[in-house]
């Protein structure tokens, strides 16, 4: 059974930094490709970044030269650095196994103006 847990949201002000991690189980890890999606109240879940199996990386464009995905296949965690946050980042973090379809559970960040 996939198993993803989400870590590191919280309430940050405008302009600060936050970084997110997911930390992966029951799969392998090294073979997925991850995602990293948000979802703000009464809007749809959105693309924020991707990552493939060999590096590539995909963003929104809402957040381009802002955040960074990356993965440590050792440590079975892909990881969302987020910069010069802005409080239209506020929303719910989710984190994303491509491979299998499978979901965490959401962390939250808050963006303060």
């Known amino acids: 059974q996939v198993q993803l847990v989400e870590s590191g949201g919280g309430l940050v002000q405008f302009g600060g930094s936050l970084r997110l991690s997911c930390a992966a189980s029951g799969m392998l890890f090294s073979i997925s490709g991850m995602g990293w999606y948000r979802q703000a109240p009464g809007k749809e879940r959105e693309l924020v970044a991707q990552i493939t199996l060999g590096g590539s990386t995909n963003y929104a464009d809402s957040v381009k030269g802002r955040f960074t995905i990356s993965r440590d296949n050792a440590k079975k965690t892909v990881y969302l650095q987020m910069n010069s946050l802005k409080p239209e980042d506020t929303a719910v973090y989710y984190c994303?196994?491509?491979?299998?379809?499978?979901w965490g559970q959401g962390t939250q960040v808050t963006v303060s103006s």
């Open positions: 994303h196994d491509i491979g299998t379809g499978s």
